[in-house]
C-alpha cells in the first residue's frame, strides 16, 4: 500500500504538473475537441464550397493540373487535394509568381470537371489545426511535452484516488464550491480515463518520437562518419522535361502500395527532368494513415516507396498514430464521441486549476484566522 508521504508527494507533483502547464493543456485540448471537425468547419466557412456537386468519379488529375496552370500561368502547384468523404472539391495550393516564399493560395475546383472555383476564402479549420498541432508557430515538441505531461496527470491522478471505483458515481452537490468541482474533477477524469491516456499517448508519440530519432541517429553516427566530407549536392536540374501523366503516376503508385488512396498530390521541381510527384494517403481497410509514394515524373519510374503494412512494427505504429488521435477514421458518429470526450480534459485544465486556487485561498484565510486568534489571545493576556 502507497504510504501517505508518498501519496502527499505525488499529489504535490499532480497539483503543480497541472498548474504549471494548465492554460497550454486547456488550449491544446479545447482546440483539439473542435479539430475534429476540421473539415465540416472549412466548408461551414467557406458555404458556396458546400453547395458544390459531389461527383461519383471525380475528374482527372491531368485535368485538374491543367486547369491551374491556365488559370495561374507561371505559378507554382505544390499540392493537389482530392476529394474525400466531407470535402466535394479538389483543393490546391499554389504559390504565385512574384508571391513571397512563404505565400500560398489555397484554390477550389469542382469535382466533376476540375474547373477552379477560385481562392478560399476561410481555412479557420486549418487555423484551429495548427493551433492544435504547432500552437500556431511553435515546435510540435511542445506539444507532444504536453501530452507526456498529461500522461503524468493521468498516473498520478489514479494512485492519488485509490477509491477510483467508489467515486465513479459520487457528486456532492450540496458542499462548498471545492468539493463540487473536486467530484467533478474526479469524475470525469475516470469516465474518460481510456480515452485520455490514448489521446495522451499519441499525442506524446507524434511530439516527441520525432525528437528520440534524431538523438538516436546522432548518437549511433560515429565519429568517423561524422568527420567525414558529405560529397558534393548535385545541382538540381532545371532543363524543361516532358511529364507523364499525373493520372499514370497515381496508377504506378498503387500498384506499388496496394489499396492506396491518395488523400495528397504534392509536386516538386515540375516541369524539370529531376520532377517529383509524391502520393500521400490512407490504405483501403486499414487504418494507417501515412502510405507514400514519390515517383520520378519525368519517367514514371518509383523513387520511393514507404508502405507501413510492410516496413516494420515500429512504421506501423507510427502510422496508426494520427488516425487514433483525431479520430477521422469511423464516420461522424466517432468525431462527435471524440469530440465529447475531448472537451474532458479541457475541463480538468480548469476545474484543476480553480481547485488548487481555492485550496490556497483557504489555506490563507486559515492563516489569517489563526495570526488574528494569536493577536486577540496576546491582547487579553496584556
Not at 485540448?29 to 471537425?37: H, I, K
Not at 496552370?69 to 504559390?95: C, K, M, Q
Not at 499525373?246 to 502500395?257: E, F, I, K, N, P
Request: proline share 5%.
Amino acid at each position: 500500500m502507497t504510504s501517505q508521504r508518498t501519496l502527499n508527494r505525488l499529489f504535490t507533483l499532480h497539483s503543480w504538473a497541472g498548474i504549471v502547464t494548465g492554460l497550454l493543456m486547456f488550449i491544446v485540448c479545447f482546440s483539439g475537441a473542435v479539430v475534429v471537425f476540421k473539415n465540416e468547419i472549412d466548408l461551414w466557412a467557406n458555404p458556396s464550397l458546400a453547395q458544390l456537386p459531389r461527383a461519383e468519379k471525380p475528374a482527372p488529375l491531368d485535368a485538374v493540373l491543367a486547369q491551374l496552370h491556365t488559370h495561374y500561368p507561371g505559378a507554382t502547384v505544390e499540392t493537389i487535394a482530392l476529394p474525400d468523404a466531407v470535402n466535394p472539391s479538389y483543393f490546391a495550393f499554389v504559390r504565385e509568381r512574384g508571391a513571397p516564399a512563404n505565400t500560398r493560395t489555397k484554390v477550389a475546383l469542382r469535382s466533376d470537371t476540375g474547373a477552379v472555383v477560385g481562392p478560399v476564402d476561410s481555412q479557420l479549420g486549418q487555423y484551429l489545426r495548427m493551433l492544435h498541432v504547432f500552437l500556431f508557430f511553435g515546435p510540435r515538441w511542445i506539444v507532444g511535452f504536453l501530452g507526456a505531461a498529461m500522461l503524468v496527470l493521468i498516473a498520478t491522478g489514479i494512485v492519488i484516488h485509490r477509491k477510483i471505483l467508489a467515486e465513479l458515481f459520487t457528486q456532492r452537490w450540496g458542499r462548498s464550491f471545492r468539493v463540487v468541482m473536486s467530484d467533478l474533477h474526479k469524475s470525469a477524469g475516470i469516465w474518460g480515463l481510456g480515452f485520455h491516456i490514448l489521446i495522451a499517448a499519441t499525442g506524446a508519440w507524434m511530439g516527441l518520437a520525432p525528437l528520440f530519432e534524431q538523438g538516436f541517429k546522432y548518437v549511433t553516427t560515429t565519429s568517423t562518419e561524422a568527420a567525414a566530407p558529405k560529397p558534393a549536392r548535385k545541382a538540381e536540374g532545371s532543363e524543361p522535361a516532358p511529364m507523364q501523366s499525373l493520372d499514370a503516376l497515381y496508377a504506378t503508385a498503387q500498384q506499388a502500395v496496394p489499396g492506396l488512396e491518395a488523400r495528397y498530390v504534392s509536386l516538386r521541381r515540375w516541369g524539370t527532368s529531376t520532377a517529383e510527384a509524391g502520393f500521400t494517403g490512407n490504405l483501403q481497410g486499414h487504418l494507417a494513415s501515412t502510405a507514400r509514394v514519390d515517383i520520378l515524373a519525368a519517367t514514371g519510374v518509383p523513387k520511393k516507396v514507404h508502405d507501413p503494412r510492410t516496413a516494420g512494427f515500429w512504421s506501423l505504429v507510427n502510422g496508426l498514430m494520427e488516425p487514433l488521435h483525431f479520430g477521422d477514421f469511423g464516420g461522424l458518429a466517432l468525431k462527435w464521441l471524440y469530440f465529447f470526450l475531448g472537451m474532458t480534459p479541457a475541463f480538468l485544465s480548469i476545474s484543476g486549476t480553480l481547485i488548487w486556487l481555492d485550496a490556497r485561498q483557504q489555506r490563507r484565510r486559515e492563516a489569517e484566522a489563526a495570526q488574528q486568534a494569536s493577536a486577540d489571545g496576546m491582547a487579553a493576556a496584556g
